[in-house]
């Protein structure tokens, strides 16, 4: 995936991948070819979907609908998400629902922060942290709030293909590059042999 969303250039130097699925995320450091570093947790969109459908008490597909609403950067008292689902129509209050999912990205925070401390590498601080996938890159703010929180520069990359240029499409598309652009490789002795 890195070999496909960074350039060489930069990954000489060094970069840091989050890749926040539904479920999982993925923090890799990656020099040149080379990963450094690499571990993988459970965090992802589902664990906010989660928590809003626990905490507001909603089904599941109400609280994704209105994940898919939140911008983080408001949070007047007296403004409402509106939800609408068929005939029905939710109404949450914006400084209650932005409340959850700061708590759900502080906890993503902590988490990415044992891992710099695991990692044992010394990231310069022009570096940023890049985010894809789906789980919290369409959240309005939340980039803001993790640079804020983690004290770094974190910035949301996506592939660079027309209509394929969203975060969710990263892993997809760094999969079907690499094998589409390696060579195929040769049959060896022993493949001609048993073949």
């Known amino acids: 995936e890195v070999l496909y969303l960074f350039e060489a250039e930069q990954r000489d130097r060094i970069c840091v991948l989050l890749d926040i699925g539904y479920i999982t995320a993925s923090f890799s450091v990656v020099k040149g070819d080379g990963i450094i570093y690499q571990k993988s947790f459970a965090y992802g969109g589902g664990y906010i979907t989660g928590l ?3 905490i507001l008490g ?8 209105l994940k898919r609403k939140i911008n983080l950067t408001c949070g007047e008292n007296g403004d409402n998400y509106n939800v609408i689902d068929g005939d029905n129509e939710y109404n949450f209050s914006v400084k209650n629902v ?9 906890e993503l925070c902590e988490s990415i922060s044992a891992c710099l401390a ?3 590498i010394s990231i310069p601080e022009y570096v940023p942290i890049s985010v894809t996938g789906g789980g919290v890159s369409y959240i309005r703010g939340a980039k803001e709030h993790l640079s804020n929180r983690l004290n770094m520069l974190v910035e949301v990359v996506a592939p660079k293909l027309p209509h394929l240029n ?3 499409e990263s892993s997809y598309i760094a999969l079907l590059d690499l094998a589409l652009t390696q060579a195929p490789q040769k049959e060896g002795l022993f493949q001609k042999l048993f073949n």
């Open 118 to 120: 695991d990692a044992k």
């Open 58 to 65: 909603v089904e599941p597909d109400i609280a994704e609908k």
């Open 52 to 54: 809003l459908s626990e």
């Open 166 to 168: 969203k975060p969710i």
């Open 98 to 106: 932005n409340d959850i999912v700061v708590y759900s990205l502080d």
